[in-house]
């Protein structure tokens, strides 16, 4: 992990989704680098191009076309590449489907999106600053489903 910041990846087919996101960041007094890719098949080409320096974590939105969220972590967790990168589920479904199906396939954490901005800071703040090794090590399905 970077010392002096914290690479952070969002996949959202939603522009709207993904202005809110990096504009919460920017009113953030976190030190990130924040990319953002449209669907799941840009997520998988950014995190295989060899230049890429890999993100410490990846905010998947689950409903995107071309490759959706779950399939893009089952690519992401066959890699041993990527073993390393913390995996946030984003998104606007908080079916038990999806959370169970999410946590099996080994994602650290289940957000449901915020309706509003300063919910959206506050989720975003909590995330960034989890201690990632340790928060995992207990995970456990209760702890999986952030809600606020």
Aim: glycine fraction near 2%; include cysteine; charge should be negative.
């Amino acid at each position: 992990m970077q010392e002096d910041y914290i690479l952070i990846t969002l996949a959202d087919d939603d522009e709207d989704d993904r202005l809110f996101f990096t504009d919460a960041f920017d009113e953030l007094k976190i030190n990130t680098v924040v990319n953002t890719v449209k669907n799941g098949r840009e997520l998988i080409n950014f995190l295989d191009h060899p230049e890429t320096v890999l993100p410490n974590i990846i905010f998947l939105d689950l409903n995107m076309p071309i490759l959706n969220g779950i399939e893009c972590l089952k690519e992401i967790k066959q890699n041993e590449r990527f073993k390393d990168i913390a995996i946030a589920i984003y998104s606007t479904s908080s079916s038990e489907e999806d959370v169970e199906n999410t946590f099996v396939l080994g994602a650290n954490i289940y957000i449901k999106k915020p309706s509003n901005f300063n919910d959206l800071k506050k989720i975003l703040s909590d995330v960034v600053t989890v201690n990632w090794q340790y928060h995992t090590s207990g995970l456990n399905k209760e702890n999986f489903l952030l809600r606020l």
